[in-house]
């Protein structure tokens, strides 16, 4: 699927057969210190020479106007917040750059690697593997706190023994209940604009909220950001998600000056039949 406007790199009357780079998807690299490397890249930003060919949904054939050595960047791209209209580059991947030898009517295949920046921050890790939670109870009216770590196979994202064995669960009873987790941890977050991300794995059968508590004093409201449903398939299985989580928005407003701040979870449910939410690869990111 073709996203934006793409822009050609060269006009001449005579027409100009294109030449073909296939980028099948965006695989990303990891160290032991950056946790996990699942992504949701879904959007490749083409450049050549410099130059915006366009933005393209993965997997995609790029019609490119020239012929010869050229190098081709590609920008990888995700759903902020996990919204289908908000498609950015995400400021924490690296490009991947490529010399390609353009032959017009041909067919030259890529699949770019990205890493994580250098000088970015992993202010908070969790992804389970030593057994133990980094977040608790919080809110006036929470109703329920059942979050515990799980090694159920069925449960576990990518299960796979050895560097996959756990994952954060919650189970909420039925009829009202309200469960609310936040971070135990206080985070000095960078303002002026500057990109806070809040990375997550997911799974669940009910709606939940993902926000911010901004600490100034002793009186503390929460400040919501995104909500997140169901991510039941037809078959009533519920599929792993990945989102990335936009925070500088929020921690930015000029009432939170001089705020530390904890992330929090919050589902609010009512009915028949347990709901249950699943988490995974927690990363807090920023510059």
Same mark, same amino acid.
């Given at each position: 699927?073709?996203?934006?406007?793409?822009?050609?790199?060269?006009?001449?009357?005579?027409?100009?057969?294109?030449?073909?780079?296939?980028?099948?998807?965006?695989?990303?690299?990891?160290?032991?210190?950056?946790?996990?490397?699942?992504?949701?890249?879904?959007?490749?930003?083409?450049?050549?020479?410099?130059?915006?060919?366009?933005?393209?949904?993965?997997?995609?054939?790029?019609?490119?106007?020239?012929?010869?050595?050229?190098?081709?960047?590609?920008?990888?791209?995700?759903?902020?917040?996990?919204?289908?209209?908000?498609?950015?580059?995400?400021?924490?991947?690296?490009?991947?750059?490529?010399?390609?030898?353009?032959?017009?009517? /041909?067919?030259?295949?890529?699949?770019?690697?990205?890493?994580?920046?250098?000088?970015?921050?992993?202010?908070?890790?969790?992804?389970?593997?030593?057994?133990?939670?980094?977040?608790?109870?919080?809110?006036?009216?929470?109703?329920?706190?059942?979050?515990?770590?799980?090694?159920?196979? /069925?449960?576990?994202?990518?299960?796979? /023994?050895?560097?996959?064995?756990?994952?954060?669960?919650?189970?909420?009873?039925?009829?009202?209940?309200?469960?609310?987790? /936040?971070?135990?941890?206080?985070?000095?977050?960078?303002?002026?604009?500057?990109?806070?991300?809040?990375?997550?794995?997911?799974?669940?059968?009910?709606?939940?909220?993902?926000?911010?508590?901004?600490?100034?004093?002793?009186?503390?409201?929460?400040?919501?950001?995104?909500?997140?449903?169901?991510?039941?398939?037809?078959?009533?299985?519920?599929?792993?998600?990945?989102?990335?989580?936009?925070?500088?928005?929020?921690?930015?407003?000029?009432?939170?000056?001089?705020?530390?701040?904890?992330?929090?979870?919050?589902?609010?449910?009512?009915?028949?039949?347990?709901?249950?939410?699943?988490?995974?690869?927690?990363?807090?990111?920023?510059?």
């Amino acid at each position: 699927m073709f996203i934006a406007t793409s822009f050609f790199s060269s006009c001449d009357s005579e027409e100009k057969i294109p030449s073909y780079v296939y980028i099948p998807s965006i695989e990303l690299e990891t160290d032991v210190e950056q946790g996990d490397n699942s992504h949701d890249i879904v959007d490749g930003w083409v450049y050549c020479d410099g130059i915006l060919i366009g933005v393209f949904e993965l997997p995609v054939r790029v019609p490119i106007l020239e012929s010869g050595k050229h190098t081709i960047t590609v920008v990888p791209g995700i759903k902020k917040n996990g919204l289908f209209d908000q498609r950015v580059t995400y400021p924490f991947y690296s490009p991947f750059e490529e010399k390609v030898e353009l032959v017009p009517t /041909a067919i030259d295949t890529i699949i770019p690697v990205v890493r994580y920046r250098d000088n970015i921050i992993f202010s908070w890790l969790e992804d389970f593997e030593d057994n133990a939670i980094s977040v608790e109870k919080s809110g006036s009216n929470t109703t329920t706190d059942s979050m515990f770590v799980s090694n159920d196979p /069925a449960h576990v994202f990518n299960y796979d /023994a050895i560097e996959n064995k756990y994952s954060g669960q919650v189970n909420i009873p039925s009829e009202f209940q309200i469960f609310e987790n /936040a971070t135990v941890q206080l985070y000095e977050l960078p303002r002026k604009g500057v990109d806070v991300f809040l990375e997550m794995n997911f799974k669940c059968n009910t709606e939940f909220t993902v926000g911010v508590y901004p600490v100034t004093g002793s009186f503390i409201n929460g400040v919501p950001i995104v909500n997140f449903y169901s991510t039941e398939d037809n078959q009533g299985e519920m599929q792993w998600k990945k989102a990335y989580v936009s925070l500088k928005e929020d921690i930015n407003n000029p009432e939170y000056s001089g705020a530390t701040f904890r992330i929090f979870f919050n589902a609010q449910t009512n009915g028949e039949g347990q709901k249950q939410l699943f988490f995974d690869n927690l990363k807090l990111i920023h510059f």
